[in-house]
């Protein structure tokens, strides 16, 4: 077939190149599955009913909800911090740091491995170009003089082929990587803003509902209500 015979080519360093390009590709396909299939969902419309069934007092249901969820990291971070729903405000806090120490990582784990595959495949693709260079240069100074032309070529091709696939692997990778990046901050960037929002909501005296962006106070209440009574 061509593709091998582009591959045979290139010599062990076009076979290297491409035994990367194979595993960043599994690593680039497991990264897509899991931030926009597995930690994939509505955060707004989530967030919201957590937040309204916090409002009611409802944690024990809440933390149902999250537990069904369990595989995403929103509903993790919420699970962490509604635990704490009944002790103080600095335990709360804590809670809400614990719960984004434990999930960010989720997110952005072995992401950066892509970035760094394609940096490998296209130094790899220079190191057989400079290989193909060594392996011209030799046959200009050491072949016999009927053989020049041919290993001249053979070295040359080397070089063209190891470049090329260099390039093959890392351009797509470097593709995905952006489109992964950019995935990945809008989900940080979501449990950021939703835990923070969860967390201010119960610590504050007055419970907050947030929907559309916008802040409604639904207790209006001014005296703190006892501790005891922030939790069923």
Not at 160 to 169: D, E, F, K, N, R
């Amino acid at each position: 077939m061509p593709i091998f015979k582009f591959i045979n080519d290139a010599g062990i360093v076009g076979w290297v190149i491409v035994t990367v390009g194979f595993a960043a590709f599994a690593l680039t396909l497991e990264r897509i599955y899991t931030l926009y299939h597995k930690y994939g969902m509505n955060f707004d419309a989530f967030a919201l009913k957590i937040q309204n069934l916090i409002s009611q007092k409802r944690h024990e249901e809440a933390l149902a909800i999250c537990h069904e969820l369990k595989d995403k990291p929103l509903a993790q971070a919420f699970k962490t911090i509604i635990e704490k729903a009944d002790q103080t405000e600095d335990t709360i806090f804590q809670a809400h740091d614990i719960a984004l120490a434990e999930t960010i990582p989720l997110v952005t784990k072995r992401l950066h491995h892509i970035s760094m595959t394609a940096n490998v495949a296209t130094l790899l693709g220079l190191l057989g170009t400079i290989h193909g260079l060594i392996l011209s240069f030799a046959a200009v100074a050491q072949a016999d003089p009927s053989q020049k032309q041919v290993l001249l070529a053979n070295g040359i091709s080397v070089a063209m082929y190891t470049t090329a696939l260099g390039l093959i692997v890392a351009i797509p990778l470097m593709v995905a990587y952006s489109f992964l990046v950019s995935r990945q901050n809008e989900i940080v960037g979501k449990i950021q803003e939703k835990t923070g929002k969860l967390t201010e909501q119960l610590t504050s005296y007055d419970l907050i509902s947030w929907q559309g962006g916008s802040s409604v106070t639904v207790n209006q209440n001014k005296t703190p209500p006892p501790l005891a009574q922030k939790v069923s």
